[in-house]
Structures are given as structure tokens and as C-alpha cells.
């Protein structure tokens, strides 16, 4: 039997592939690595486009049973629409951070793997069957292996990808497992044919099996958003990473976990919520304290914003978990919650973005102390300690104030609004779904992240003479080469303020995010 | 839209615009900017109070605001941009942008470059104004959060030796309480599915259980920023470590913001949980005023003796809300004025005493109505208009929330107002204690470097000085205009 394809709701995912395609070759045929980034970047805007103008458009099904029409594996609609813009955007964004970073690191294959990393993204959000969104999620973290290893000279770099190689395949296959339980207790994978098999009434001795299935697929979904207890991957691998995929890591790759998390939840498991409510409940309560407690540990600057990331993800499971734990379980409050963890993941990752943007920028841009003119190989620079960001202020004052900007926003106080309205979106999410418990959970949890998040703005101003003697001396930090301009990290530049300024936008106008998190939500 | 409307959004955006353009001009010029735009400010909240007739337009409302302004911000969070000015809120708006101008021009005679105080000092202004004329809980809460981390920069960089932890103490204590209030306010609105605080004044579309939860989480939030005994240990560190201008506006007018919380939204949207928390709350006022006393007793530093008496003095404004009728109400907000001017006088003396001398301790200073008699003069008196002299504006403020709480009438409110009109005789003692090791006794060996009094003092103490005074011989100025409001909420708590 032919099966009729719909290839204009195809079209975004083409388009990524082709965009990975096409910056392998002009790697080839050009070989010079501001075309490739460029074209990368040109692709990834493309994909933007179209998967806004197909979003527009009415709702396309396709891949469908035969049998139940309503049963459909890729559909366009204004959810997958937003999703695959914001996956084309953020990558847009870390191409940009690249541009500076990617100078020692083989910028075809980084190119390359990114843009195959996004269509894994993009695919994701059109899917809407456990296996497509398995393989969509597969296919964003698959290319990410390679790209923490990147930096070839570093130790770190190779530790953090075989840990991030070896933790992901053992959540893939859980989730899987997951998949194939729920499979044999329903027979269905779609999504919808799920909910209503679901909703009809598991057969008694099915059901022990069925509710194994549901958790095992959470629970493997939640690695990719790195929630305690399955986030030990997390610190190590980012503090490897390169830095641009070290952000790509805390914003694309989680807002991919959190994805495929509402995605499942909301519409695969909605009349099993009282099963996997509390479960999500939990990790979110685990995540955000261990993250915010860990985190104040820190004194590596990558780790600690992987710390923050964690404890970040445990802000945005809790609306699930609270509904899911709450007394009337509506459609309305399924919206809200809903609205809820996407509106709060993505005012996340434009802050995260910014935040590791403002690194990768103060790292590359104004030489550290730390870094000599000797081992001043692009790709072997990371995050550093966060003692060796005393003073960045007086070289970098926009810079430093982007990061301060970025900072305050994650533990969401003004000046940072976008921040602000993230965390009232959830308290109140919270305490609309009737889990006042959580929400005071999730109010103290904000007071331990300011006592992380302020003292590195602080050392960002502290006066560099208090820092530890081993200071390079002032000739070498302000030498005529070496000057903030030097290498031009001029689209790293671009990116930070292109997002900040989005950031700053949003956190005065949060209802355009409400409204686009409200189509998810549906 | 109304003048009225134009001058009370100009209260806000002028601020805002200084704060935001002060960092990015030279330094003198920065200064000079930074308190005009202040300057502009105090105008535009004076002239709030013309045309304050035209508010009959919302008859059953219990709060009718002068002036307001509203517009949507964020419908899908229940934000409404909201406010506007009555006569609970009037006092305090001009309380503020006159200790920010004052603030200001003090800056403007200090030689060294601090025109990145001054933005802080605006952006402050921005929050705690905001706070005081939202009228949408949700607002004020945004506002309520704006305030923190300016004042938490200008204690962090500009404070005293012991600055770094004083800060972060502030910071963390004062979000603590930020996010319970951001609880409290969802407790409430997602149960009326409004945050409109004219709609929700009386308690009328909340159950009692709601009420007792949200005022719970109210009171918890606003205990710590007023501070209530025994939640305010971080006053003293931040008062005594903040720089001049930072602790004049601390005590001046950021512990305002929890009295007048727990007034419009404490009392006026969960009436039934004030009552039911009233003597509770009444005593720990209490507990507050002697504790606050005995500790001042046992002060050995000047700014540290000063930031302690905040306690007691925020104690009386407490008892006065705890009452919940409104006389006690009256109380607390005269109560709020007399501390802002007063304790605002106090610091800029502190601060100016600690600056010729180079120190705060007391067992050093001695002797200064010799050594310099402009500043001990004045120093006497504002102290003895903050040990609640009649006839200066310390004295109504304890004076009424005594008699508010004897007035309730059962022997249990009637202990408490004894036991508060003993605290006050030992206010009067280390008040008197504190001046006579400052002002009395032989001049100690430190030099008093200068003796007099600069122009620029002069003139920012002056407005103090004399408001200390025309409030203590005529409360009816900031009275009169709250007695409408005041009313509407006592009726709620059935006070």
C-alpha cells in the first residue's frame, strides 16, 4: 500500500537536512570557515522561516494509519511549528557564539554535526509517535557526542563526551524499553492512539506492565533534561565541552528533553497522570534542590551554570508535577500547567543562552589571566575558574553588564523581568493547580540560587588586585595585541547582544511568550 | 488621559530615565542629572495631590484613588499595570522622592565619583515608589522585587568594612520574604482570578481559609522587610554597614514598604486573617519595641544604636496595624512618616559624625556640643524627637498605637499597650543615654575635622528638620487626607 506523504509539513525537516548537507559541503568545495559558518547560519534561518510560514498554514497530518486516521506519526501544527523555530533559532544563536570559538576546531564537521543536531530538533517537535520521538531525539543528541569531544588537546573534553556518550545510550534504551512495555499493554505507539487506549482501560494483568512503561519512558526522557537522580552526566560533560556546545547543551538539548517530556505527558499519558504525577513531581522537587545546593559549591564558572542548568530543570518539570499531583485535573489546568513549563523553558534558554554567550565571549574576546599567549589555542579554551573573572568589568563593562543581566535573570530578580515573570509564571502555575507545597518549595529554592548567582555578578566588579597571586602580569592582560578587539570576536559579540536584547524585550512584553507557550498548550 | 494621569506616570518614568542615563554620563554632570530627575520627582508626587476631588466615579470601592493609570502588561499572569495614589499612599510617594532628592544632593557635595550611586539611588526610587502606588498585586510584587538589588549594590560596594556579608544577609532575608509574598499573592489570586487590589479590598470574594493563608504568607513576607522582631536580624548589619545615602533611604523608607504592604494587602485584601493574626502579631510589636530598646541600651556604636531603634519605632507601627482599627491604623501610618524623617535626619548625622571623626564608637565620641555645636544641636534634636517628644512628629505615632491598643479593651491588648508605654520610657533612655556620651561630657581626643557644617548639609538636613517639626504640631497634614481610607479598611478587619 502507497501511503500519501505531505511534504510541505516536511518541509522545515527537509530543510535542516539539507542544511547539514550543505555545510559539509562547502567545507569541500570552499573551505574556508566564515563560508561555512555562514551558510550554516543562512540555513538555520531558513529553517526558522519555514517552519514559522508552514505553522501558519493549517494543520497537516501525515505519516497516519490506515486504519485510524487520527493515529499520526509527524504533524504540523502551531505547537511543532514553535517548537522548530525556537530549535532553528537557538542553533542560530550558538553558530553565532561559534564563530570565535570554532578557530582551532575542524569547522566543517562542527558545522556539520550542529545542523544535524538541529534537525534531530526540528523533528522532534513534528513528531507525535514514541518512536519518531525517540529517533528525533536521538538524532539531536547523537551529533553531540562528537562535538563535546572537539577539543582535541583536552582531557576533559574527552572524559565529558564518552560520560555523555555512555549515560545517553543507557537512557535511550530505558526509554525505549519503556516504549515497548506500553506498546505491549496497549498496542499503540501514537501518541493519540496511546491516550485513548489509555483512557478505554488497560486489561488488569496489563496494568502493572503498562505503568512500568510509562515511568521507564519518563524516566529516560528526563536524562536528556538532566534531572536528579539521572543528571551526574551533566557538570562533567558540559565543563568539557567546547564552549558554544556547552550552552547548546543547557539550552537546545534540554529544551529537546523537556519537548518530548510535555509531549509524552500531555498527550501520550494524559489519563495516566495520577501515575506519572507524582513521579515528575518528585524529580522536580530532587532536581531543584540538589542542583541549587550543589551549586553553591562551585568554583569552576562551566559547572556552576551546569549546576544552575540542573536545578533550572527543576523548575521546569514542576508544573507537570503539580498538575499531575493536583485535585482537578481539567483540560484547563492541563493548559496552564502546560503553558507553564514551556513558557518557563523557553524565557530559560534565551537567559542560558545569553548567560554562556557572556562567557564565551569574556573568554575568547579579553584575554583571562589564567590563559598565557602560549596555549592561546582557540579551541582549547573552557570556562576557566570564576576567581579569574575578578575585575572583567573594567575591560568589558557591556559585556559584564549582558552577563550580570544574564545572571540576575536565572535567579530571576529585576533587572533581569524575563527571569522574573519565569518564575511567577510557574509559582502561579503551581498554586493555580492547587500545589501550594510546591510552590513554597520552589519560592525557597529561588533564595538559594541568589546566593550563588550573586557573588559571580559581584566578582565580575570586585577589583582584580584582591586576586589570587598568580595573576598574569598587566602588560600581558592589556598588551597591544591582546586588546578586547583582538580576534574580533565580532558575531560572538552579535549573538550575546542579539539575545540579549531579546531577553530584555520578552521580560517587558512576557505576554508574546505566554501566547506563543498557549498554542503549545492548545 | 487626564493630567493627573500624566503626572503620575512622570513619578515613575522620570526616575527611570535618570537611573538609566546616569551611568552613561561623565561624572559631575551625571550627579547633577541624577538629582534633577530627582528634583523632578519630588515635583511630580507633590502636585499628585491637586485634583484629588475628581474620584467619585467609583462610589462602592473602598479604595478610591486620586488619580490611577491602567493598562494591560501581562493578562496571561493576571499583571495589570496598574496605579494609583490615596491618601495612604500619598505621604509615602513624597516621603520617598524627598529622601532620594535630598540623597542626591548630598551626593552632589561629596568629592569623590559616585554617580553609579546615584543610578541605584534612582532605581530604588523606581521600585519603592512602584510599590507604594501599584494597585495590582502582582505589580506590587514586581515592584517589591525591583528595589533589591540596587540596594543590595549600594551596601555591596559602598558600604563599611564588614559590607560583603551585610549585603548578602540583606539580600537573601529580603528575597526570602520577596518570594513568600509572590506565594501569598498567588494564594490569593488564584482563588479570586483577579490581582486587582481596588476589587479586592474588604476580602469580600475570598473564603476565611484563603484569607488565614494568605495572610500568613503576607505577614511572614512583610515581618521581614519592616522588620518584625524576631525576623529582623538583618537590619542592624545592613543599617550599620550600607553608606550614608543607603541607610537614609533603608530606614527612611524601604521599611515602609512592609507596613504599608501589611496595610493595603495585609489588612486590606485578607481583613479576616489580620484579625485572626492580630494578637499575634500585636505581640511581637511589642516584644519588638523592649527588645529594641534594651538592645539599643547596650550599643556601643553610634549607626548600630540608631539601626536597632528602627526596631522598636517599626514595633509601635506594627502594634498600630495589629489593632486593626482606625485609630491604630492612623497610628501606624503617621508612625511610618515620623521614623522615615526622623531616623532618615538620624543617619545623614551618623553618617556626617562618622565622617569627621572616623569613628562610631561611642565610649570615643564626647563632647561634641563643644567641639561642634551645629551638629550637636541638631543631633539633640532629632533625637529627642525620635523618643517621641510632644509636639515634634515622634510623639502620634506612639502615642496613638498605645492608645489604640488599650482601646480594643480586652486585659490581654491592655497589657500589651502597658507593656509598649514602657518600652517608650525606654526609648527616652538611650536616647538620652546616646546623647549624653555624643553631645555631653568632655571632648573626646578625636579630632572633629570640620567643626561647622557645610552648605550642602545644611540644606539637605533642613527639609528634615523641618518637616520633624511641622508634622509633630499639625498630624492632620498627613491625617486628614488618609482618614477616608483608613475607615473603609478598619470596617473590613471589623476593627
New interface residues.
Given amino acids: 500500500m502507497t501511503q500519501a506523504i505531505d511534504h510541505v509539513a516536511l518541509l522545515p525537516a527537509y530543510l535542516a537536512a539539507g542544511t547539514a548537507l550543505l555545510a559539509l559541503l562547502t567545507d569541500l568545495a570552499v573551505a574556508r570557515r566564515a563560508a561555512t559558518l555562514a551558510v550554516t547560519a543562512a540555513g538555520a534561518a531558513t529553517v526558522a522561516v519555514a517552519a514559522w510560514a508552514v505553522g501558519t498554514g493549517p494543520v497537516r497530518d501525515t505519516f497516519c494509519l490506515a486504519d485510524a486516521p487520527a493515529a499520526c506519526s509527524f504533524r504540523a501544527d502551531p505547537t511543532s511549528a514553535l517548537v522548530a523555530t525556537l530549535f532553528a533559532l537557538l542553533t542560530l544563536g550558538v553558530l553565532g557564539l561559534s564563530g570565535y570559538a570554532v578557530r582551532g576546531l575542524p569547522a566543517g564537521e562542527y558545522c556539520f554535526l550542529l545542523a544535524a543536531s538541529m534537525t534531530g530538533g526540528v523533528v522532534l517537535g513534528y513528531s507525535r509517535d514514541l518512536i519518531t520521538l525517540v529517533v528525533a531525539l536521538e538524532t539531536l543528541t547523537l551529533p553531540l557526542y562528537a562535538l563535546v569531544g572537539l577539543r582535541r588537546r583536552s582531557v576533559d573534553s574527552a572524559q565529558g563526551a564518552v560520560t555523555f556518550f555512555v549515560v545517553s545510550v543507557v537512557s535511550v534504551a530505558v526509554t525505549l524499553l519503556g516504549a515497548a512495555l506500553l506498546y505491549a499493554a496497549t498496542g499503540a505507539v501514537h501518541l493519540r492512539a496511546l491516550a485513548a487506549a489509555l483512557a478505554d482501560g488497560v486489561p488488569g494483568e496489563l496494568t502493572t506492565l503498562a505503568s512500568a512503561g510509562a515511568v521507564l519512558v519518563l524516566a529516560g526522557l528526563v536524562f536528556k533534561v538532566a534531572a536528579v537522580p539521572f543528571h551526574a552526566w551533566a557538570p562533567a560533560t558540559y565543563d568539557g565541552a567546547p564552549l558554544p556546545i556547552a550552552a547548546y547543551l543547557s539550552t537546545t538539548s534540554k529544551l529537546g528533553g523537556v519537548v518530548a517530556v510535555v509531549y509524552v505527558v500531555a498527550i501520550g499519558l494524559q489519563p495516566w497522570l495520577d501515575v506519572v504525577g507524582p513521579a515528575l513531581a518528585g524529580f522536580a522537587v530532587l532536581t531543584m534542590t540538589v542542583g541549587n545546593l550543589v551549586a553553591l559549591r562551585q568554583r569552576r564558572m562551566v559547572r556552576l551554570l551546569a549546576w544552575s542548568s540542573v536545578a533550572q530543570a527543576g523548575y521546569i518539570l514542576a508544573p507537570l508535577g503539580a498538575f499531575a499531583v493536583g485535585t482537578g485535573r481539567t483540560s484547563d489546568a492541563l493548559a496552564l500547567a502546560v503553558t507553564a513549563t514551556i513558557a518557563y523553558a523557553v524565557f530559560y534558554v534565551m537567559i542560558e543562552l545569553a548567560a554562556f554567550g557572556s562567557v564565551v565571549v569574556l573568554r575568547g574576546g579579553a584575554v583571562m589571566p589564567a590563559v598565557s599567549l602560549a596555549s592561546l589555542d582557540r579551541s582549547d579554551v573552557d570556562g576557566g575558574e570564576i576567581e579569574q573573572y575578578r575585575g572583567v568589568a573594567r575591560r568589558s563593562p557591556w559585556v559584564a553588564a549582558a552577563f550580570t543581566l544574564a545572571l540576575v535573570g536565572l535567579a530571576g530578580l529585576p533587572p533581569g523581568l524575563a527571569g522574573l515573570f519565569a518564575k511567577i509564571v510557574v509559582v502561579r502555575s503551581l498554586l493555580g493547580g492547587g500545589a501550594g507545597w510546591l510552590a513554597v518549595i520552589v519560592a525557597l529554592n529561588a533564595v538559594i540560587g541568589l546566593a550563588y548567582y550573586l557573588p559571580v555578578a559581584v566578582r565580575l566588579y570586585g577589583d582584580r588586585a584582591a586576586a589570587e597571586p598568580a595573576a598574569v602580569p598587566a602588560e600581558r592582560v592589556a598588551g597591544p595585541g591582546l586588546r578586547p578587539g583582538w580576534g574580533a570576536p565580532l558575531w560572538s559579540g552579535l549573538a550575546l547582544a542579539a539575545t540579549t536584547v531579546v531577553a530584555i524585550v520578552v521580560g517587558f512584553a512576557p505576554q508574546l511568550v505566554l501566547d506563543a507557550a498557549a498554542l503549545v498548550a492548545g | 488621559m487626564t493630567a493627573g494621569q500624566v503626572v503620575l506616570i512622570l513619578t515613575l518614568a522620570v526616575p527611570a530615565a535618570g537611573a538609566v542615563a546616569v551611568p552613561l554620563l561623565p561624572d559631575r554632570v551625571a550627579r547633577i542629572t541624577g538629582t534633577g530627575a530627582a528634583g523632578l520627582t519630588l515635583l511630580a508626587s507633590v502636585l499628585l495631590y491637586a485634583g484629588r476631588g475628581g474620584t467619585s466615579l467609583e462610589p462602592a470601592a473602598p479604595v478610591r484613588p486620586w488619580h490611577s493609570v491602567r493598562g494591560?502588561?501581562?493578562?496571561?499572569?493576571?499583571?495589570q499595570f496598574h496605579i494609583g495614589v490615596d491618601g495612604i499612599s500619598y505621604p509615602l510617594v513624597v516621603l520617598t522622592a524627598l529622601l532620594t532628592l535630598l540623597c542626591c544632593g548630598y551626593l552632589l557635595g561629596r568629592p569623590d565619583g559616585s554617580r553609579m550611586l546615584v543610578a541605584l539611588l534612582l532605581a530604588a526610587e523606581v521600585?519603592i515608589v512602584g510599590t507604594f502606588l501599584a494597585l495590582d498585586l502582582?505589580l506590587f510584587?514586581?515592584f517589591f522585587?525591583?528595589v533589591?538589588?540596587p540596594m543590595?549594590a549600594m551596601i555591596?560596594?559602598w558600604g563599611g568594612p564588614g559590607r560583603r556579608a551585610a549585603a548578602?544577609k540583606f539580600?537573601?532575608y529580603t528575597?526570602?520574604g520577596s518570594?513568600?509574598l509572590?506565594?501569598g499573592v498567588?494564594?490569593v489570586?488564584?482563588a479570586a482570578g483577579t490581582a486587582d487590589i481596588v476589587a479586592l479590598t474588604g476580602g469580600g470574594q475570598l473564603g476565611r481559609g484563603t484569607q488565614l493563608?494568605g495572610f500568613t504568607f503576607f505577614a511572614l513576607a512583610f515581618a521581614v522587610k519592616a522588620p518584625l522582631w524576631p525576623l529582623h536580624t538583618w537590619l542592624p548589619d545592613a543599617h550599620t554597614e550600607a553608606p550614608t545615602v543607603g541607610s537614609v533611604i533603608l530606614a527612611g523608607v524601604l521599611l515602609k514598604l512592609g507596613t504599608y504592604g501589611l496595610i493595603r494587602i495585609g489588612v486590606g485584601v485578607t481583613p479576616e486573617g489580620a484579625a485572626w493574626a492580630a494578637t499575634v502579631l500585636g505581640t511581637l510589636a511589642v516584644a519588638a519595641i523592649v527588645v529594641g530598646a534594651l538592645v539599643c541600651l547596650a550599643q556601643t556604636e553610634l549607626k548600630r544604636l540608631i539601626a536597632y531603634s528602627s526596631v522598636g519605632h517599626m514595633g509601635f507601627v506594627l502594634l498600630g496595624i495589629a489593632t486593626g482599627s482606625a485609630a491604630g491604623i492612623q497610628a501606624a501610618l503617621i508612625g511610618n512618616i515620623a521614623h522615615g524623617v526622623i531616623t532618615g535626619l538620624l543617619f545623614f548625622l551618623a553618617g556626617a559624625i562618622k565622617d569627621r571623626t572616623g569613628t562610631g564608637e561611642l565610649a570615643a565620641l564626647g563632647g561634641l556640643r563643644e567641639t561642634a555645636p551645629g551638629l550637636a544641636g541638631i543631633l539633640g534634636f532629632a533625637a529627642i524627637a525620635s523618643l517621641g517628644l510632644p509636639g515634634l512628629a515622634g510623639f502620634w505615632g506612639e502615642v496613638f498605637a498605645v492608645v489604640a491598643a488599650i482601646q480594643r479593651g480586652s486585659p490581654g491588648w491592655t497589657v500589651l499597650g502597658v507593656v509598649a508605654a514602657v518600652g517608650a520610657a525606654l526609648t527616652a533612655g538611650y536616647f538620652l543615654r546616646l546623647l549624653r556620651r555624643v553631645t555631653h561630657g568632655p571632648p573626646a581626643a578625636v579630632p572633629v575635622a570640620p567643626a561647622g557644617l557645610a552648605r550642602i548639609e545644611l540644606v539637605a538636613w533642613a527639609p528634615l528638620v523641618g518637616l520633624t517639626l511641622v508634622i509633630g504640631l499639625l498630624p492632620v497634614l498627613v491625617l486628614g487626607m488618609a482618614y477616608g481610607p483608613v475607615e473603609a479598611l478598619a470596617v473590613g478587619v471589623g476593627g
Fill in positions: 494591560d502588561w501581562a493578562p496571561g499572569l493576571d499583571l521600585g502582582v510584587f514586581v522585587e525591583v533589591l538589588l543590595y555591596a560596594i548578602r539580600v537573601l528575597l526570602l518570594v513568600l509572590l506565594v498567588f494564594v489570586v488564584a493563608l
